[in-house]
């Protein structure tokens, strides 16, 4: 798992950063420059709206991988975050004469998102084993060779102490999180996915991170330096 990141800055620094402002969850990020890749997704789209299948594989292909690491943190089963990255581009395929222009990895991202947080749902109506330990390397990006080994077991171990902490939350404050210092949504883009007020996206990220805090308090030693 890449280590979570808000403005440049490990989510760990979010953290400690949000104990200085009690009660508020810190400012919102900077908007983003606009993506240098969005101008071939629309002429993309616009080929697969006259019927060239291959245009909307090659959106597949350029935005699949994001997609499954943007579900993978919301619900964190490969399985399942697979299967909800398939739905979100069968959904997207069906409603592609809806989108309206702008980003359009943001708009897939809030179809997936939605995905994911159905998924969300009916693991809670039906629980079994919430989330699994983050013990599993395999789905992480490859280090660069001049990566050290030890720095490299390090970044791995920081991957597992936050993964398990975010597996930890209530989905809704785990959302808000992922959404916020991951993906880089703001309150208003948040409380329109979920469906909720922008004070209420506020409140969850401020008590999710409280509560990552506690949660990562016996690892600490993890994130010195």
Sequence with gaps: MDELVTDGRPVTEAIAADESHAGAPGP???????????????????????????AFNQLVA???????????????DRDQAADAVQEA??????????????????WLGRIAINAAMDIQRARRRRPSQPYPEFED?????PAEPEVEPEAKALASERSKALGRALAALPFDQRNCIVLFDVEGYDY???????????????????????????TLAPDRELFRG
């Design 188 to 214: 208003a883009e948040i409380a329109a996915i979920m469906k909720v007020e922008v004070g209420t996206v506020k409140s969850r990220i401020h008590r999710g991170r409280l509560a990552l805090r506690r």
């Design 62 to 76: 350029r935005h699949q991988d994001h997609l499954f690491a943007l579900v993978y943190r919301l619900v964190p």
């Design 28 to 54: 919102t990020p900077e908007v983003a420059p606009a993506d240098p890749g969005q101008g071939i997704d629309i002429a993309l789209v616009e080929e697969a709206l006259r019927g060239q299948l291959d």
């Design 89 to 106: 581009f069968f959904s997207a395929y069906r409603n592609l004469a809806s989108f309206r222009g702008g980003s359009f990895r943001s």
């Design 137 to 141: 390397d395999s789905w992480q990006p």
